[in-house]
């Protein structure tokens, strides 16, 4: 997925009725596991597919998710909204990756990247391929969707001095 991470987690943040801080939280969640690019890009050099990562694993964010919210539920309850919301920013992620990028949604059963569909190789530019592959309508229809309920509700907003 290229554009429509950040769009769908101003949609799971209006959707589940997050403002201020909430609202970051989705928006993070939603982006949180390509920061792994950063290492893709600076350490492994492209060696190792991104999706191969633990950021990318569902299973390893079940492993972290579930401590973190009984901890929070227990220990700081008026936080647990906001670990909820970023923690499924980050499984909405994994879940629109799916689509064509392959997840290993049965770790640690196996290690397979499950996915919707391929996009085929079919330009020299990876990117390319991806721009002009159907699935990127999906894209485009989350980001117009997103883009158009923001400017409808900013919009509503009354003006301020
Ligand atoms: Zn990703």
Same mark, same amino acid.
């Given at each position: 997925m290229l554009i429509a991470h950040l769009p769908s987690g101003y949609l799971l943040g209006r959707g589940a009725n997050a403002g201020g801080r909430a609202m970051v939280a989705a928006l993070l969640g939603s982006v949180?596991? /390509?920061? /792994?690019l950063l290492w893709f890009h600076l350490v492994d050099h492209g060696r190792v597919h991104h999706h191969d990562y633990y950021s990318h694993i569902p299973g390893f964010w079940l492993l972290v998710a579930l401590p973190v919210l009984a901890l929070l539920r227990w220990f700081a309850p008026s936080r647990l909204r906001i670990a909820a919301i970023f923690f499924a920013g980050i499984f909405l992620h994994l879940a629109l990756d799916t689509l064509v990028g392959g997840i290993m949604w049965r770790w640690p059963l196996d290690d397979h990247l499950y996915s919707l569909a391929v996009v085929p190789a079919r330009y020299g530019n990876w990117v390319v391929s991806f721009i002009l592959h159907w699935s990127f309508l999906t894209e485009i229809a989350i980001t117009l969707l997103a883009v158009w309920l923001f400017w409808r509700d900013r919009r509503g907003r009354p003006a301020t001095g």
């Open positions: 949180a596991p /390509d920061f /792994d």
